[in-house]
């Protein structure tokens, strides 16, 4: 008995020791990382308005664009490998400030980088190749860029490549209307939108969903905000969305609908707390988590609130597609034709009338797409984010776990962990003190982060794992699914290592534990008082 006192104390006094101690992550304070986890990056020799990454996963490529270039970045080097000057040829009939070509659009496209930009207010499109992988880049072949690129670079614009087919979003006037979602460029047939479908949008990111057993019946996925058509005081002026459209569609008739999306659907995105009638409506950031079985897909969406708070909602492509597939149609209340609206056909021409005319005049669905979560947000803060990436990460014991990786508008990156309900903020990294994050990928092989001002780049070494290298509960405690503790101290993630994600505590205790019954010599009874502590 008296050993089991003084072994309660011991352990009391140890733990209190531990959750006292100021460098620790919890739920709403992350754990400060020093500047010094930035593990590279270099400045742009001038200020960059505008930049964009993009980043091949198969050929594991890394591309920065800007104005007048495209750099090809080594992420674990960090430097640069190249510098691809691609300036607007005619200097002398532009007007002053847009004479600069601001690049828009990077895409891997038909085996070569496809890059658009603004071209001094005249869009263009330039095929880039590299034959060899160390060969430097060429222009191989240029195309008009009109609604691919926007004429300047403040306005709208989104892009995505689907097996040798160019979608992309942008406007086709110069003052930026005409901002519609079309497949522009490719094998087949470009399409585009009805006028009417949407209301003053700002497309966010589209997305292409593979299913493996049934090809044609793949859709490609559009999350935008537009103008909100309830012009109810209390209403929202905005609405966020996710629309869809069959891959395989070409379009109506030669009589009916001819060029425009035979496929095209609507709904509601909804972030909130839908029992308060309390939402997050103005959709900001999108990061899809492709996964086996592709109803698994997770949609992330990063959301802005009218009283400035920011929220993270979880959704899956099988909820999505439940809503689109057995919905009904705001506004129509007869019987729904065959084939139903939004079904993928191989001959999108030979559509029933009846069908096409229904996507043309109803093509919103009454259900609204709700979070896996559905009564609240997975995540809500005051933090002002802006950007969201999620990492899938293997911990020691071989389960993933997925990581966001949150990007505020004062230059922080915030690591959040989503194990179970409740998000965790594993860590901080103050980048900058002022600027926004003006863009942000993901090098999950690499398990870099590179993150882009408009001064410079830094690249963010995402298992810095000696940040915890203190002791074991400082590890573990941590509940980084990058890094582990181990007899060489806190490392990065290997199996067998001592880590426990889903509750910190608790592996800190079994490691005292075990720690003090070596030292006590085995005695099966103090393991089970231990047990209750
Ligand atoms: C790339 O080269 C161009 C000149 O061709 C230069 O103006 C630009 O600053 C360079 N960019 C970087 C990031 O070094
Ligand atoms: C970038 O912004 C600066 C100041 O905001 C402006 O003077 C300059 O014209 C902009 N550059 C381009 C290419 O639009
Ligand atoms: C490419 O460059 C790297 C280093 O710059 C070199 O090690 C490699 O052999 C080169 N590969 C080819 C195919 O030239
Ligand atoms: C939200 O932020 C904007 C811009 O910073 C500010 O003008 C507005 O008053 C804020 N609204 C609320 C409800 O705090
Ligand atoms: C549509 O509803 C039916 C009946 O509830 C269900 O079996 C089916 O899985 C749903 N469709 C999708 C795509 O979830
Ligand atoms: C949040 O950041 C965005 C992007 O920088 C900015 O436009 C917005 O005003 C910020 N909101 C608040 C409340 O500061
Ligand atoms: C990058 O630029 C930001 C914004 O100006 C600045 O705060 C930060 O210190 C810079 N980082 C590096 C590594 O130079
Ligand atoms: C972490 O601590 C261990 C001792 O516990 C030490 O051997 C190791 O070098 C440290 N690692 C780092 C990266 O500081």
Redesign the pocket.
């Known amino acids: 008995m008296i050993q089991f006192v003084i072994f309660f104390i011991w352990l009391a006094g140890d733990f209190k020791l531990v959750l006292n101690s100021p460098t620790l992550g919890s739920k709403d304070n992350p754990r400060l990382l020093s500047k010094d986890i930035i593990c590279g990056g270099f400045e742009y020799p001038v200020y960059q308005?505008h930049t964009m990454f993009f980043y091949h996963e198969d050929s594991e490529e890394m591309y920065v664009a800007g104005?007048n270039f495209v750099l090809k970045l080594d992420v674990e080097g960090s430097h640069i490998m190249e510098n691809f000057s691609l300036k607007a040829p005619d200097q002398q009939h532009c007007q002053e400030?847009q004479c600069?070509n601001?690049i828009t659009v990077i895409e891997k496209f038909q085996d070569s980088l496809f890059v658009c930009g603004t071209n001094g207010n005249k869009p263009q499109c330039w095929k880039l190749f590299s034959s060899v992988n160390n060969q430097s880049l060429e222009i191989v072949d240029s195309y008009e860029g009109m609604g691919i690129s926007p004429f300047v670079?403040t306005h709208n614009a989104i892009s995505l490549t689907v097996e040798g087919d160019l979608y992309s979003a942008a406007p086709l006037d110069t003052d930026g209307s005409s901002l519609q979602f079309r497949r522009k460029a490719g094998s087949r047939t470009n399409v585009w939108m009805y006028d009417n479908w949407i209301s003053e949008p700002t497309f966010i990111s589209a997305t292409w969903v593979e299913q493996r057993e049934e090809p044609d019946n793949e859709k490609i996925y559009i999350f935008f905000r537009e103008k909100n058509s309830d012009h109810n005081p209390e209403a929202d002026p905005w609405i966020s969305r996710i629309a869809r459209v069959c891959k395989v569609d070409e379009g109506g008739s030669k009589r009916f609908f001819q060029n425009m999306w035979t496929s095209f659907l609507k709904a509601r995105l909804v972030c909130g707390f839908p029992e308060k009638s309390l939402y997050f409506n103005h959709l900001r950031d999108i990061f899809i988590v492709h996964a086996k079985d592709w109803v698994d897909t997770r949609v992330y969406g990063l959301f802005t609130s009218n009283w400035n708070a920011t929220a993270v909602c979880i959704y899956t492509i099988g909820k999505i597609e439940d809503v689109f597939e057995n919905s009904t149609f705001k506004g129509y209340n007869k019987d729904i034709p065959k084939p139903r609206p939004g079904t993928c056909v191989k001959n999108s021409r030979n559509l029933p009338l009846a069908t096409v005319n229904m996507v043309k005049d109803y093509p919103e669905m009454n259900d609204w797409v709700e979070s896996i979560h559905q009564t609240a947000p997975f995540y809500v803060s005051s933090n002002n984010y802006t950007k969201i990436a999620v990492d899938r990460v293997q911990a020691a014991d071989g389960c993933m776990h997925n990581v966001l990786l949150l990007a505020t508008d004062s230059g922080k990156i915030h690591k959040v962990l989503e194990a179970g309900e409740e998000p965790f903020i594993i860590s901080e990294t103050q980048l900058s003190s002022r600027s926004t994050v003006q863009s942000m990928k993901l090098d999950s092989k690499k398990k870099k982060l590179v993150v882009g001002f408009s001064e410079n780049i830094s690249i963010i070494d995402l298992q810095r794992c000696q940040e915890y290298n203190k002791s074991c509960a400082d590890c573990v405690l941590a509940r980084d699914p990058y890094c582990v503790w181990t007899e060489f101290g806190c490392t990065p993630t290997v199996t067998g290592g001592i880590q426990n994600i889903l509750d910190g505590n608790q592996v800190c205790v079994n490691h005292l534990k075990k720690r003090k019954s070596k030292l006590t010599g085995p005695n099966g009874r103090q393991i089970h008082y231990l047990r209750w502590i």
Do not use: A
């Open positions: 308005n104005t400030g600069e601001v670079y």
